[in-house]
Structure formats: C-alpha cells, structure tokens
C-alpha cells in the first residue's frame, strides 16, 4: 500500500488509498498536527510541505498554489497540503518556518 510519508516527523506513514484526498485531510484523519491557519481554503500557505519524493503521485498545482509561486511564496518543491491530492507513495517534510512548537521534530 502506498503512504504519505512526513520524513521529519519520525518518518510516519499515512496510507493513501487511492481516493486523491488532500495531503491536509489525510495527516488530519491520522490525527497528526499540521499548521492550516486559513482552515484548508488556500489563503495563508501556513500549510505548506517540502516534496522529497513521489511528485509524480500529487496532483497538478491548483489555481491558489499557482498564485503563490508566481508570487515566491512556495519554492518548487513546495506544496500546499490544503490543495494537492495525493494518489501514491509520497515523501514530504514540514518546512522549519511552519513547524508548530508543541510537535518534536526530527531531521
Ligand atoms: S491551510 Fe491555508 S493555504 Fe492551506
């Protein structure tokens, strides 16, 4: 089975079942802590994540994620987890400047 795997947060996987959820609602529904100041509505990019591996099993950049590159307000690598889907094996890391203070993570 495939997973979402987040490396810096100890490596967990989440497994991905082919429904192309969003990344945010997959890491919610494991009941993990992700930064979503704008609730999942593409507004804030406070949901961000570093894509490792696997960007060929996430969905195209949408409208907002688009605007907020041509903006540089997300690298290349990077993605809002609010708006990607994700259909396969993924490897992703939280970016230092939204990692929340009560989670420990790893390098
Ligand atoms: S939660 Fe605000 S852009 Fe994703």
């Known amino acids: 089975m495939a997973n979402l795997i987040i490396r810096n947060l100890q490596g967990v996987q989440i497994p991905v079942n082919g429904e192309g959820k969003a ?12 930064m979503h100041s704008c609730g999942g509505k593409g507004r804030c990019t406070t949901c961000k994540m570093r894509v490792l591996a696997g960007a060929e099993n996430i969905s195209a950049r949408s409208a907002a994620e688009l605007k907020y590159f041509a903006a540089g307000r997300l690298r290349k690598d990077e993605r809002l987890a609010c708006q990607c889907r994700v259909t396969g ?14 989670l420990k993570y790893s390098h």
């Open 23 to 34: 990344a945010l609602r997959l890491i919610g529904e494991a009941g993990i802590d992700w």
């Open 89 to 102: 094996e993924v490897t992703v890391e939280v970016p230092p400047d939204t990692q929340l203070p009560h």
